[in-house]
């Protein structure tokens, strides 16, 4: 007798999702102040419905995306960044946040090399990023596709190591600097680091498992604000 096939647990998450997670990252804040809006806008019945969309990846209906990216095209155009040149709240010229082009050292995990030891190689600038402190490439998979290989991301320190729990995170403990996405932990001292590449595996075990770490061993936590991926030319 044959067994029956089991059925397949890995969620496809279609492209239009990862455009709209992306889209949502950026604008949050800029074009919309929060989820109600949101949902108002685009006709959902609950907020509840994106924050599953944005934390659990549900697939978004394309119309919704559709409708998302008409509501807030003057945000989305390039002509509009460049006409809202960014300045500060006193008026003067906003340079950009430093770019520093550490790599991740030759190890079994995405460690990057320490920050400290790097010269900025030039400023990010574009709208809405004016609060971040500095920005880092991306190298590796483990956060994929949230984060890919190559893409760089505008941080803000968390100076009052406050963790919202489900957001993404560069954070530095011990000696390892990587990007995780922080859950809770079992216990209030704790965190559990995520990857969101949960496709790749080793044997019958995924190449980025979770592991948790003590939170009074975190040395630098800095949020990911922005997202700017390289073009394919």
């Not at 604008?27 to 934390?55: C, D, H, M, W, Y």
């Not at 609060?131 to 803000?156: I, Q, R, T």
């Not at 040395?219 to 073009?231: G, P, Q, R, T, Y």
Request: charged share 25%; glycine share 6%.
């Amino acid at each position: 007798m044959d067994t029956p096939d089991k059925p397949n647990k890995i969620k496809t998450v279609r492209p239009e999702t990862l455009e709209f997670i992306i889209l949502y990252n950026q604008l949050r804040g800029k074009a919309f102040t929060g989820n109600i809006q949101l949902a108002e806008v685009l006709g959902f019945n609950s907020p509840a419905s994106i924050t599953e969309i944005i934390k659990s990846r549900q697939n978004i209906d394309p119309e919704k995306l559709k409708k998302f990216k008409e509501e807030y095209k003057e945000f989305l155009s390039p002509f509009k960044k460049q006409e809202l040149a960014a300045t500060n709240t006193t008026g003067s010229t906003f340079i950009g946040i430093p770019m520093f082009e550490v790599v991740a050292t030759a190890s079994g995990v995405e460690v990057y090399n320490d920050i400290n030891d790097a010269n900025p190689v030039g400023h990010m600038n574009f709208p809405g990023i004016e609060d971040c402190d500095f920005a880092l490439p991306v190298w590796g998979h483990s956060m994929y596709p949230y984060l890919e290989n190559g893409c760089w991301v505008a941080l803000k320190i968390i100076r009052d190591m406050k963790i919202l729990p489900g957001e993404v995170y560069y954070i530095e403990w011990g000696d390892y600097r990587m990007y995780k996405r922080l859950l809770a932990g079992d216990s209030p001292d704790e965190v559990i680091a995520h990857s969101d590449n949960v496709t790749e595996m080793i044997g019958n075990r995924l190449k980025y498992a979770p592991f948790t770490i003590r939170l009074e061993d975190i040395k630098k936590l800095c949020l990911v604000k922005d997202i700017h991926k390289k073009h394919n030319h």
